[in-house]
């Protein structure tokens, strides 16, 4: 079951609800492969640059602006697994035109990567950091886009 609640503090209206929704499901239902939890609520929220950036700075000690955030609150009593999943959309948009990639496909990206964040992987380990960019790669070509990371 997931709980999933986004948030369009800029407009977004080329990401529909739905369809973040599948991709979420999707990457939650691969990493349930590897890490234990019933359930998930995740709040997602696009974000203008400036909040990202005092995110960033507030949480991570870091005053630049990301492309994501993933704070991740780990799985609770209930075995429900909670994080929020914060996105910069002048950063996602910047970054799909600079690497050639529609808006959906690079968004598409960067949700799988939050959700997996969410769940457990990083990029501490280096193996753990391959096979998060082995399953990030499958699950984004699982909706028909190209492989991410060429």
Same mark, same amino acid.
């Given at each position: 079951?997931?709980?999933?609640?986004?948030?369009?503090?800029?407009?977004?209206?080329?990401? !529909?609800?739905?369809?973040?929704?599948?991709?979420?499901?999707?990457?939650? !239902? !691969?990493?349930?492969?590897?890490?234990?939890?019933?359930?998930?609520?995740?709040?997602?929220?696009?974000?203008?640059?400036?909040?990202?950036?005092?995110?960033?700075?507030?949480?991570?000690?870091?005053?630049? $602006?990301?492309?994501?955030?993933?704070?991740?609150?780990?799985?609770?009593?209930?075995? $429900?697994?909670?994080?929020?999943?914060?996105?910069? !959309?002048?950063?996602?948009?910047?970054?799909?035109?600079?690497?050639?990639?529609?808006?959906?496909?690079?968004?598409?990206?960067?949700?799988?990567?939050?959700?997996?964040?969410?769940?457990?992987?990083?990029?501490?380990?280096?193996?753990?950091?391959?096979?998060?960019?082995?399953?990030?790669?499958?699950? $984004?070509?699982?909706?028909?886009?190209?492989?991410?990371?060429?």
């Amino acid at each position: 079951m997931l709980n999933l609640s986004v948030q369009y503090v800029v407009p977004f209206e080329e990401l !529909k609800r739905q369809t973040i929704r599948s991709w979420v499901l999707k990457a939650l !239902k !691969k990493a349930h492969e590897y890490f234990e939890f019933e359930s998930a609520q995740i709040n997602l929220r696009f974000v203008d640059a400036l909040e990202a950036q005092e995110l960033n700075k507030t949480y991570r000690s870091k005053d630049y $602006v990301p492309n994501i955030l993933t704070f991740d609150y780990g799985v609770d009593a209930l075995d $429900v697994l909670r994080a929020d999943i914060v996105i910069c !959309k002048e950063v996602l948009l910047r970054e799909a035109l600079e690497q050639g990639k529609t808006t959906t496909q690079h968004a598409c990206h960067l949700v799988i990567h939050g959700v997996l964040h969410a769940c457990g992987f990083d990029h501490i380990d280096e193996q753990m950091a391959m096979q998060m960019e082995t399953l990030e790669s499958e699950l $984004v070509m699982s909706f028909g886009f190209p492989h991410p990371y060429n």
